[in-house]
């Protein structure tokens, strides 16, 4: 059992409970293909996420990778923050490719500081770690399937998504959807 403490907040999680938590959630829930409603992380797993994409990013300058982050978020049409093994990533760029969406693809685990980015990235989604986030207009699409708006897949089936970027600029009316 190791326990971790966060100096901030004097929080004292226990890594078994922890683990013991997400297995329950792996464990308990149905089928993605079947699955018509995802709870929430507990905050305590967010909490253990957040710890761990800290713990990657290593040192840097959060005030100033955060205030990078947001600037990219407000400054392009549409941005993907990214992770080059994430299956979940690679649907949301077929599904932005295939509506012929311009975008910026930020592959997180291949850029120089992009791990940080991931940890303030998460300090301004109020805790989300998942990856992919997609941004439009400034607006957070969501990721692949959930968050957001909803996520890219879940707005594209709904007939969401094609107004969304269009809106932003990251899609033309006349483009082939």
Do not use: W
């Not at 403490?5 to 149905?30: Q, Y």
């Not at 990078?68 to 299956?87: A, E, G, H, Y």
């Amino acid at each position: 059992i190791v326990k971790v403490e966060d100096m901030r907040s004097g929080h004292r999680l226990v890594m078994l409970t922890m683990l013991a938590t997400s297995a329950a959630l792996i464990v308990n829930t149905p089928h993605r293909a079947q699955c018509t409603h995802v709870r929430a992380p507990s905050p305590e797993l967010n909490f253990f996420s957040q710890m761990v994409t800290k713990l990657q990013a290593g040192s840097y300058d959060e005030v100033e990778v955060r205030a990078n982050v947001q600037r990219m978020i407000d400054r392009k049409p549409c941005i993907m923050f990214s992770l080059s093994t994430c299956p979940f990533c690679t649907e949301t760029q077929g599904i932005l490719s295939g509506m012929g969406a311009m975008y910026t693809c930020l592959e997180l685990d291949q850029e120089e500081g992009g791990m940080a980015m991931k940890a303030e990235l998460a300090n301004i989604l109020d805790g989300r770690t998942s990856l992919p986030a997609v941004f439009a207009g400034g607006k957070f699409l969501g990721g692949c399937n959930d968050g957001g708006l909803g996520g890219v897949a879940t707005l594209y089936k709904s007939g969401q998504l094609a107004p969304l970027l269009q809106a932003a600029g990251s899609l033309s009316p006349t483009q082939r959807i």
